[in-house]
Antibody
Framework: QVQLVQSGAEVKKPGASVLLSCEAS????????MHWVRQAPGQGLEWMGV????????SYAQGFQGRVSMTRDTSTNTVHLQLSSLRSEDTAVYYC??????????????WGQGTLVTVSS | DIQMTQSPSSLSASVGDRVSFTCRAS??????LDWYQQRPGKAPKRLIF???SLQSGVPSRFSGSGSGTEFSLTISSLQPEDVATYYC?????????FGQGTKVEIK
């Protein structure tokens, strides 16, 4: 069965960077795009970007341009999210979420368990 | 960016009630609209894809309808385990955008 296992909670200081991981299993890793979505405490869902694990191409939300990087490691079936210049507003649960296909038009069908990132001095 | 507006933001109903809520897109998104359920403290779970197709394993009391700019999610008989926040997501264009959510509670 499809599993997305995310790395553990992080506590970071303002200005620092964080690297999150999401290990996929139960399906062919390179056949499905992977999205990242975050949720601030008590707030709604915010789309951050998407990566094509096959070739590594990405598309990011405008609000994260210059601060975000999504990469993949096909040897370990893992996608990574790096977010830099952290500020308190980046405190959130970060989800990786698998697309339901390998095209840019595909939707999201399965979510990881989430990783809490706390940014505090 | 395509704006997604959900209404109401919250509702309270009794067990067994039929409840519906809506999602409106700021431009035509055909049927590129999915619905997700997020129970407290959990990751979202897809209920409906393509505006009206039921995700495998999801109870048949959930149904979706609509196309273009107006969409709705209906729970035909509300159950205690349906307490959650429901989000719509458009996948017609980038950036992907979510509605702000509808919180469903039991009266």
């Amino acid at each position: 069965q499809v599993q997305l296992v995310q790395s553990g909670a992080e506590v970071k200081k303002p200005g620092a960077s964080v690297l999150l991981s999401c290990e996929a299993s139960g399906y062919t890793f390179t056949n499905y795009f992977m999205h990242w979505v975050r949720q601030a405490p008590g707030q709604g869902l915010e789309w951050m970007g998407v990566i094509n694990p096959s070739g590594g191409s990405t598309s990011y939300a405008q609000g994260f341009q210059g601060r975000v990087s999504m990469t993949r490691d096909t040897s370990t079936n893992t996608v990574h999210l790096q977010l830099s210049s952290l500020r308190s507003e980046d405190t959130a649960v970060y989800y990786c979420a698998r697309a339901d296909g390998n095209s840019w038009s595909s939707a999201i069908d399965f979510w990881g368990q989430g990783t809490l990132v706390t940014v505090s001095s | 960016d395509i704006q997604m507006t959900q209404s109401p933001s919250s509702l309270s109903a009794s067990v067994g009630d039929r409840v519906s809520f809506t999602c409106r897109a700021s431009q035509d998104i055909r049927n590129d609209l999915d619905w997700y359920q997020q129970r407290p403290g959990k990751a979202p779970k897809r209920l409906i894809f393509g505006a009206s197709s039921l995700q495998s394993g999801v109870p048949s009391r959930f149904s979706g309808s609509g196309s273009g700019t107006e969409f709705s999610l209906t729970i035909s008989s509300l159950q205690p385990e349906d307490v959650a926040t429901y989000y719509c997501l458009q996948h017609n264009n980038y950036p992907r955008t979510f509605g702000q959510g509808t919180k469903v509670e039991i009266k």
